[in-house]
């Protein structure tokens, strides 16, 4: 028997999703690491802190409580919608996975908006179905027609993150809206980043029963390493995902630490008001250095495109790298021709930014 002949095709066919890791890296400031929209301008301490409250009040001995109950038991407290209508899992990431599981097998179809977040796609080909992508306007607003043109009855899903990774944009109101109303499928909006933006949809689940919200405590609350993710959506999904899921997937620290961060929310949000300055005073200077030209974003990040001439992003991104500075290219994907994202860091992190791309630029 060789194992390659009873692999399903599917996993065959895709490649393993790549990271660039530094590992054992304590301090990650040291190395300005601003390619994958993690929240460094939270101090460690705080979250270390964290961490040894929930350690201290929780028996790792015994199994955690089922489905993230305690995690969702929190988000349904703050939020104000009933536990019926969330659903928690090991980051975003895993709630993409299990409503793949409940929706997507060969031949079903989700529409994508791109360019955007790879792994819709990446989940969708892992059970078998296709994404059909649509592009953004080159303003990077949704082109609602082409969307509802390109969906048929093996439609499925269709993901619109707002705000955009890795545009940085959020769409407008009224086109999400169109979308719920029009479309004939279950609307994902990836709100990975909202905390960094004015509106969100969250308060239409109680409207549409066809909307997915996704949320993560990767971006505002600086806890990516814990991985915890999760939807509010109308009960009859909700229902389903739970049926996907095994009964022990969130482990008991992430619970009981989310559980406890959600308490000091008055603190979480004046380190997002400290992000949200920070973005503006990095565009700022991206706007006054020659060769570059920033984006306006809602997010922790900004994407910026390299305008000059004969240079390539691919190539100031290798730059970058020699000068200790990771930032993301994204110069392949659709509408980003030479475009980098980089993520807002702390103070310290922005200047070290600045000054290599000053460097890298000039080299
Ligand atoms: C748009 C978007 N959605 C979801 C995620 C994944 O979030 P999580 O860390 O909760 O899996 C990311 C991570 O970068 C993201 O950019």
Redesign the pocket.
């Known amino acids: 028997m060789k194992i390659e002949d009873i692999v399903q095709k599917e996993v065959k066919n895709i490649s393993c999703y790549e990271v660039k890791t530094i590992l054992g890296q304590k301090s990650q400031e040291k190395i300005a690491k601003m390619n994958?929209?993690e929240n460094f301008a939270i101090p460690n301490d705080t979250i270390e802190k964290l961490l040894l409250d929930a350690c201290r009040s929780i028996d790792v001995r015994a199994y955690p409580p089922p489905r993230g109950k305690l995690a969702s038991k929190a988000i349904s407290s703050f939020l104000g919608f009933s536990e019926s209508e969330i659903s928690v899992a090991n980051?975003?990431?895993?709630i993409m996975d299990l409503l793949m599981k409940v929706f997507v097998r060969k031949r079903s179809k989700v529409i994508t908006v791109e360019p955007s977040?790879p792994?819709y796609t990446f989940f969708t080909e892992l059970y078998g179905g296709s994404t059909v992508p649509v592009l953004l306007r080159p303003d990077f607003s949704l082109d609602v027609d082409a969307i509802l043109q390109k969906a048929d009855k093996n439609t499925r899903l269709l993901f619109v993150?707002s705000p955009n990774?890795p545009t940085g944009n959020q769409f407008q109101e009224a086109e999400i809206k169109r979308l719920l109303q029009e479309f004939n499928g279950v609307v994902v909006v990836?709100e990975?980043?909202v905390d960094f933006a004015e509106g969100s949809v969250i308060n239409w689940v109680r409207d549409y029963d066809n909307l997915v919200v996704?949320r993560?405590?990767?971006k505002a609350f600086g806890l990516?390493g814990l991985?915890?993710?999760y939807l509010i959506s109308s009960t009859s999904i909700v229902k389903y995902v739970q049926r996907v899921v095994g009964p022990f997937n969130v482990n008991s620290v992430t619970q009981q630490t989310i559980a406890l961060a959600l308490e000091k929310w008055s603190y979480f949000k004046k380190q997002i008001k400290y992000v949200v300055n920070e973005r503006e005073w990095l565009m700022k200077n991206l706007q006054q250095i020659d060769g570059v030209k920033p984006y306006s974003s809602d997010t922790n990040f900004i994407l910026f495109k390299v305008t000059k001439p004969h240079l390539t992003s691919a190539t100031v991104t290798e730059r970058m790298e020699t000068r200790n500075v990771l930032i993301k290219e994204r110069g392949h994907l659709p509408l980003l021709e030479n475009c980098i994202r980089v993520t807002v860091g702390n103070r310290d992190m922005n200047e070290t930014f600045l000054s290599a791309l000053k460097e890298s630029l000039e080299e």
Do not use: H, K, P, T
Not at 91 to 94: L, N, S
């Open positions: 994958l929209n980051g975003a990431d895993e977040f792994m993150c990774n990836d990975a980043y996704l993560s405590f990767s990516a991985r915890l993710g």
